[in-house]
């Protein structure tokens, strides 16, 4: 890993980017595992307010002596009151604080419960922000001296601060912004949170993090979580390292391959929030992971790596995820699952897109899927456009052959990083493989399409074609199985993220081998529901859509409020997508006996479901005809048509011989008409399969695909009955 951000650091570099500063001791704080509250001192050390972090604050720092003693990021050991587990009474008013004046009155009740909150063991780290001299900062300086005096004072007295805690608290619940997420993080701030252990015994559990800031009388829109403040406290942290390193002696770095001073201790932390909040050291082998300790060698002494090369590689890191995600850097799900709190929580990677060229701001990373969760709907081609037509143009005007850094980061424990995936594709490789996943979104029939939910429709779904899916759809797409008949789906490890990056990017001899391996995945976890899905389209009334809606309302699930609709889309096209890869090209399996094994078992389907309404007043039965024997077809395509042949003779006969009376209710009319129809589609199919000797055999991999895909296109429509011969040109045009 720490030979690829080195790549990335000197490209940076070269491009003239100001990857400002890094210090192993001075990080970002992470605000996801602790009750975060920002604190606001004044200059005679009293608290002045209390406000919440906002989520996504990109300006917050820590300052910390190896892996303690953070600060102004504090997290005190005990709350200030101290209130006793079994006093249920109190607890129900600190757990449930709807009430103002119920609250305040306990707190009140509970002065005699606080407790010595000491923090003078913090006066290293306040005796370094308070040394920060430059005479260029002189107005930042001089604030940075006021903040440390101001906490000097605040954590004087041990019993004050516990004081000083819960008066500022009590003033907040009582201010008019206070609302109820506000309410329950100053009671936890107060007296922590009671939590039940898997004995059943209840503890009290304090974890609590205090950002310390100032208000200054001259200078009220002053905060030391500034841009310029975090800039004045590095140069402080650098200054300081370079007195210490003059006794320092030069040796031969390991990345570098130049005689240096050495790194001493752990690399500078790096962190992604929201993927990977609390900081971690950006080097494998990192002292805090408890798996390195039985080498006896970890951080700097496993590695001889120069300080100005850890702090470089660490400053290049985290230029890119500082910014907003979607550019060049964003999360994206790998398909693995870890339990919390008993249930199954998918984990994510940080992806990080970085060309070699100064271009323009560019989402270069969100073509590997939706950014947020209201991108649901972005379609790949329209964020694929803008980026293929600036790498093009920046390939012909470029010198030297550009090329993108793409790196996978995952948190493989607690703390500890790796490096999960590399690639380096050269920028008109990169746009080769974007526009053959574009061609690839057009290997379907064009007449396929899916219900999904839509606004304008009086039913409330619309038929639509399914869009060409996302990298990470794949990802998450098949890290679900659908299970008794498509109704619900478990939750299963998907295959590695790297192997569809390697598909997606066309890494030579391996991308075909991977379209065959997800091609496999894909049918065998999505039978069901594209088996059932069928049967559901082959019997609705697409002008109400009831059965499909009672489908799916049965099988969503709070966890996935989108499928199984969206799924069944998803691999539709997914399919479509992998058959391309592998040269089978929807021009010409349209035409193969598989995908006509498909169409004319959905065909029986349709004249099946005639029958029944014109036969039987509508009473379907829960397997159609054709949909009883897909399973069949795929282990015994022969065996299967001649089973149909002999179960479908009573439908043949009756539409061949069933005539219209104007005076029979339209649904009949319709249904004997349609009937006739199936029968002028179904007849060439039969030719044609009759004729093929294939057919003794099992289907392979490929031709499954097609049968589904057979079976799940439409059979009537606007089209008349040429609409077998128009079926079979190439789709090109679409």
């Known amino acids: 890993m720490l030979i690829e951000l080195l790549t990335l650091a000197r490209n940076l570099k070269a491009q003239g980017i100001d990857t400002g500063l890094v210090h192993r001791d001075f990080d970002r704080p992470g605000v996801s595992s602790h009750a975060s509250l920002k604190v606001i001192l004044n200059e005679r050390g009293e608290i002045a307010r209390l406000l919440p972090i906002v989520k996504g604050d990109e300006y917050l720092w820590t300052l910390k002596r190896g892996n303690f003693k953070y600060f102004p990021a504090v997290r005190p050991e005990k709350p200030p009151i101290c209130l006793n587990v079994d006093d249920d009474e109190k607890w129900s008013i600190f757990e449930n604080p709807a009430r103002f004046d119920e609250l305040s009155n306990c707190i009140v009740a509970c002065d005699g419960l606080l407790q010595e909150i000491n923090l003078s063991g913090l006066g290293d780290q306040v005796q370094r922000i308070s040394q920060c001299t430059f005479p260029d900062e002189l107005e930042i300086v001089r604030a940075l001296n006021q903040f440390a005096s101001a906490f000097k004072l605040f954590a004087s007295n041990p019993k004050e601060v516990a004081k000083a805690i819960s008066r500022a608290v009590t003033v907040a619940l009582g201010t008019s912004s206070c609302d109820d997420s506000l309410r329950k993080l100053l009671t936890i701030v107060l007296v922590g949170q009671r939590k039940k252990k898997k004995d059943q015994k209840v503890e009290r559990e304090y974890k609590v993090q205090l950002c310390f800031d100032i208000s200054l009388p001259d200078d009220p829109a002053f905060s030391i979580y500034t841009a310029s403040v975090r800039n004045v406290v590095l140069r402080a942290l650098h200054a300081e390292q370079a007195t210490e390193g003059k006794s320092k002696s030069s040796a031969q770095c390991a990345l570098s391959g130049k005689a240096m001073a050495l790194l001493s201790g752990p690399f500078p932390s790096w962190s992604a929030p929201p993927v990977i909040s609390k900081p971690l050291n950006a080097y494998s082998k990192f002292s805090e992971a408890e798996c390195n300790f039985r080498y006896h060698r970890a951080d700097s002494a496993a590695f001889p790596v120069a300080e100005d090369v850890a702090n470089q590689v660490v400053a290049a890191l985290k230029t890119i995820t500082d910014q907003?995600?979607?550019?060049?850097?964003?999360?994206?799900?790998?398909?693995?699952?870890?339990?919390?709190?008993?249930?199954?929580?998918?984990?994510?990677?940080?992806?990080?897109?970085?060309?070699?060229?100064?271009?323009?701001?560019?989402?270069?990373?969100?073509?590997?899927?939706?950014?947020?969760?209201?991108?649901?709907?972005?379609?790949?081609?329209?964020?694929?456009?803008?980026v293929c037509e600036v790498f093009s143009r920046a390939v012909g005007s470029a010198v030297v052959a550009p090329y993108l850094v793409i790196l996978l980061i995952r948190q493989i424990s607690p703390g500890q990083i790796q490096l999960a995936y590399s690639a380096m594709p050269p920028l008109d490789d990169f746009v080769s493989a974007i526009e053959h996943w574009n061609a690839s979104g057009k290997n379907l029939p064009s007449r396929l399409r899916v219900p999904l939910p839509s606004k304008k429709a009086k039913s409330g779904f619309g038929l639509f074609k399914p869009n060409l899916i996302f990298p990470e759809e794949v990802v998450r797409l098949l890290s679900q199985e659908w299970i008794r008949g498509g109704s619900e789906n478990v939750r299963l490890e998907s295959p590695a993220i790297g192997s569809v990056l390697d598909l997606f990017l066309r890494k030579p001899g391996v991308y075909m081998e991977v379209a065959v391996s997800l091609l496999g995945t894909a049918l065998d976890r999505a039978s069901g529901l594209l088996t059932r899905a069928g049967h559901i389209l082959h019997c609705d009334d697409f002008t109400t859509f009831e059965l499909w809606r009672q489908f799916i309302s049965s099988a969503r699930s709070q966890r996935e409020p989108k499928y199984p609709d969206y799924a069944l889309s998803q691999t539709i096209s997914l399919i479509g997508s992998l058959l391309y890869i592998m040269n089978s090209k929807v021009e010409n399996y349209?035409?193969?006996?598989?995908?006509?094994?498909?169409?004319?078992?959905?065909?029986?389907?349709?004249?099946?479901?005639?029958?029944?309404?014109?036969?039987?007043?509508?009473?379907?039965?829960?397997?159609?005809?054709?949909?009883?024997?897909?399973?069949?077809?795929?282990?015994?395509?022969?065996?299967?048509?001649?089973?149909?042949?002999?179960?479908?003779?009573?439908?043949?006969?009756?539409?061949?011989?069933?005539?219209?009376?104007?005076?029979?209710?339209?649904?009949?009319?319709?249904?004997?008409?349609?009937?006739?129809?199936?029968?002028?589609?179904?007849?060439?199919?039969?030719?044609?399969?009759?004729?093929?000797?294939?057919?003794?055999?099992a289907m392979e991999l490929v031709q499954k695909a097609h049968l589904f895909l057979g079976y799940l296109s439409p059979i009537l429509g606007k089209e008349e009955s040429d609409e077998l011969a128009s079926e079979s040109q190439s789709t090109d045009s679409e």
Request: net charge neutral; proline share 6%.
């Open 590 to 697: 349209m035409s193969e006996s598989a995908f006509l094994v498909g169409k004319l078992l959905a065909a029986m389907d349709e004249l099946h479901k005639c029958y029944c309404i014109a036969v039987r007043q509508g009473d379907i039965p829960n397997a159609l005809i054709g949909n009883g024997l897909l399973g069949r077809a795929s282990e015994s395509p022969a065996r299967a048509l001649e089973e149909l042949s002999e179960r479908s003779r009573v439908y043949l006969g009756w539409a061949k011989s069933a005539a219209v009376r104007k005076d029979a209710p339209e649904s009949i009319q319709i249904a004997i008409n349609s009937a006739r129809k199936v029968l002028r589609i179904v007849a060439p199919i039969s030719e044609s399969l009759h004729a093929d000797s294939s057919l003794d055999q």
């Open 324 to 386: 907003p995600p979607g550019t060049n850097w964003r999360a994206l799900h790998n398909g693995k699952f870890e339990r919390k709190q008993s249930r199954l929580v998918e984990t994510k990677d940080v992806l990080v897109v970085f060309p070699t060229i100064p271009l323009e701001d560019l989402r270069i990373a969100s073509l590997f899927g939706p950014v947020n969760a209201d991108d649901g709907r972005k379609v790949f081609q329209d964020e694929a456009r803008p």
